[in-house]
């Protein structure tokens, strides 16, 4: 199993500190956004391969960071055993001519002809959940899955995937960032897609898929065939704007 990273984002919402600093770069508690991600990744043995995607502004960010943690572990417990990381620039350069999440994926996909299942995450999250039980859940039920959480905030599922479920947890409806929520259940984006799906991701871009957001994919791919959701137990720190890193930032014992 491949990871792929979605890292290729601008973070308007996060200007100034954003306008020429990757937020998963951002340090919470002592390390960066993405440091928690890896940390965790690295823990996975069915994982051999994780791909962050970046874009032409913030490419040599990712790449000082990849060489100062390779020189930091060095001859410590604490390498990436079994784990190799691999940097990719998706050739953009703003805002307005960004690939989007999707578009990023697809790029990734063909990159590095990748043909192994794959598990997608954003780079700007701190998961406090465990991704093993995640990729176990998959293993025993291979089809595309996605996370779920209950979330009782209504204004805040409108700005997220929102997902109603059938059956043995299958999805039978799911929206992106609708008008009006259709379930308690929010959609973080961490999603599993078997090696059998990759070719439908080419095949939504090239109907007119929405490339924005990663959760459009799921919006197309859930009506096509069966999509499947796990429900995580912990939380998720979504790190969008300044608030919510400042949030952050104070759940990790940090003065504001």
Same mark, same amino acid.
């Given at each position: ?46 994982? $051999? ?14 790449? $000082?960071?990849?060489?100062?943690r390779a020189a930091q572990a060095q001859d410590s417990e604490q390498a990436h ?37 794959i598990l997608v995450l954003a780079a700007d999250n701190i998961l406090q959940f ?5 990729i176990n859940i998959f293993k025993n039920n291979p089809n595309t899955h996605i ?110």
């Amino acid at each position: 199993m491949k990871a792929i990273i979605l890292a290729a984002g601008y973070a308007t919402r996060l200007y100034p500190l954003t306008k020429d600093f990757p937020k998963p770069l951002l340090e919470v508690g002592g390390q960066t956004i993405l440091d928690y991600l890896i940390d965790q990744l690295k823990t996975i043995p069915e994982l $051999d391969h994780a791909y962050i995607v970046t874009n032409s502004r913030f490419h040599s960010h990712f790449t $000082d960071w990849a060489q100062n943690r390779a020189a930091q572990a060095q001859d410590s417990e604490q390498a990436h055993v079994g784990l190799r990381t691999d940097i990719l620039d998706d050739g953009t350069f703003s805002n307005d001519d960004r690939l989007g999440a999707v578009g990023d994926l697809q790029f990734v996909i063909q990159a590095r002809d990748i043909h192994d299942d794959i598990l997608v995450l954003a780079a700007d999250n701190i998961l406090q959940f465990s991704l093993q039980t995640f990729i176990n859940i998959f293993k025993n039920n291979p089809n595309t899955h996605i996370t779920i959480r209950s979330n009782p905030d209504v204004e805040d599922r409108k700005r997220r995937g929102n997902a109603r479920l059938g059956e043995n947890h299958e999805v039978i409806e799911f929206i992106e960032k609708p008008e009006t929520s259709i379930s308690e259940w929010s959609v973080p984006p961490v999603y599993i897609y078997p090696t059998t799906v990759l070719p439908r991701i080419n095949e939504y871009l090239d109907n007119g898929g929405n490339p924005d957001a990663p959760g459009h994919l799921i919006e197309w791919l859930h009506k096509e065939e069966t999509v499947y959701a796990h429900e995580i137990e912990g939380e998720i720190i979504d790190i969008g704007n300044h608030e919510s890193l400042a949030a952050a930032r104070r759940i990790f014992g940090e003065d504001q």
